[in-house]
C-alpha cells in the first residue's frame, strides 16, 4: 500500500516524555541540531536532496528530544529528483547519524517541506499544548511525538502532528515505515494536527487510537 504525503505525516509520531509544561528538557536537541548530523549523509546519497518528512520521536513541550532513557530520535526523510525511492537518516540522543534505505517501505512524499528551524518546531509544540488544555482528562505528563510532511488529500500545507502518549519508559527503536503518519497515532492518548505555515489548529482528537483503527482511511488513497 502506498503511504502519501500527508497520511505520512500526519501522525508521524511515537512521543516523548515531558510534562505539561511546555519547558520540557531542554536537552538542546532539536531539528536544526539533528539536521546539522543528518544533512552530510543525505548529501552523500545525492547532491540534490530535498528535506520531505520529519519525525520527532519522544520529543519534549520545546520539540527537543526528551528523556535519554526514552531512546529518542530525530528521523529525517529526504528525495531527489533523480531518485526513485526517498532515503530516511535517523539521529540519535548521542548525535550518532545512520542512513536507512526505504525502498522495501514504499513511503511516496508528494513533495518536499518548507525550510523550518527550531523556532518553527517549538511554535508548533506550544499550540498543541494549548489545546491540551482543553482535554477532559489530562494526564499529569505525556510522551510526544511529532510528525511532519505535506498533506496533499485534506489540507494542501505542511501539516505537524503531534501525538500525546502516556508517559513511560519507551525504548522505542525508530522504523522507517513510521513516517506512515496514521499509524504512528495509533495508541495515542490524544494528537493535535498544527498547520506548518500559520501555527493553527487544524483538528485535535481526544480518543484514543485503537491499533488497525486508521487502516481504512489509508486505503482512500
Known amino acids: 500500500m502506498r503511504r ?25 536537541k532539536g531539528l536544526e541540531w539533528a539536521r546539522e548530523k543528518a544533512e552530510p549523509l543525505a548529501a552523500l546519497w545525492d547532491p540534490d536532496y530535498e528535506e520531505a518528512g520529519l519525525v520527532g520521536l519522544w520529543v519534549d513541550g520545546r520539540g527537543e528530544l526528551g528523556e535519554e532513557a526514552d531512546n529518542p530520535a530525530w528521523a529525517l526523510a529526504y528525495t531527489a529528483p533523480t531518485k526513485q525511492e526517498p532515503v530516511v537518516v535517523v539521529v540519535d540522543y548521542d548525535g550518532l547519524a545512520g542512513l ?28 498543541a499544548g494549548e489545546a491540551m488544555e482543553e482535554h477532559p482528562a489530562p494526564l499529569e505528563a505525556y510522551d510526544r511525538l511529532l510528525g511532519v510532511s505535506y498533506d496533499g488529500y485534506l489540507f494542501q500545507s505542511d501539516l505537524a502532528a503531534v501525538g500525546f502518549f502516556e508517559e513511560a519508559d519507551q525504548q ?16 495515542a492518548y490524544a494528537f493535535v494536527l498544527v498547520d506548518c505555515g500559520s501555527g493553527s489548529v487544524l483538528l485535535k482528537s481526544w480518543e484514543i487510537m485503537p491499533r488497525g483503527s486508521m487502516n481504512c482511511l489509508n486505503r482512500l488513497n
Do not use: H, K, N
Open 100 to 127: 536507512v534505505p526505504t525502498d522495501e517501505f514504499e513511503l511516496e512524499f508528494e513533495q518536499p517541506l518548507d525550510r523550518y528551524d527550531d523556532e518553527d518546531v517549538r511554535s508548533w509544540t506550544a499550540a
Open 4 to 28: 502519501t504525503g500527508l497520511i505520512l505525516l500526519t501522525i508521524l509520531l511515537l512521543a516523548t516524555a515531558c510534562s505539561t509544561s511546555l519547558e520540557g528538557s531542554g536537552s538542546g
Open 172 to 187: 522505542t527503536e525508530f522504523d522507517p515505515e513510521s513516517f506512515d503518519l496514521f499509524s504512528l497515532m495509533e495508541g
